[in-house]
């Protein structure tokens, strides 16, 4: 079983514990990987497109398996979270 806090880890959002957002709007507020320009919905843009893990990894040297598998957890986490909120 993948450890999911230390995948989180990997994504960066300000205020949350977890995550980071981007520094000096280098992804206009989005969550990014360890800090790279990388955003999360990038990578998921690429997995949806059908791009392997190895290609993404070879496109983007700066990124490690842990970070796709954080992005992934880091989509299936919000995903939980908005279907937890009653309608409004």
Known sequence: ???????????????LPACDHDRA?????KPCIRG???TVYDVLDYLASGMSEAEIL?????LTAD???ACLAFAA???R???SVPPG
Request: charge should be positive.
């Open 1 to 15: 079983m993948v450890d999911r806090r230390a995948l989180f880890a990997a994504v960066s959002t300000h205020g």
């Open 25 to 29: 709007g280098q992804a206009r507020g």
């Open 36 to 38: 790279l320009r990388i």
């Open 58 to 62: 070879r496109d983007f040297p700066d």
């Open 67 to 69: 970070d796709l598998r």
């Open 77 to 79: 986490d919000r995903e």
């Open 81 to 83: 979270k908005l279907d």
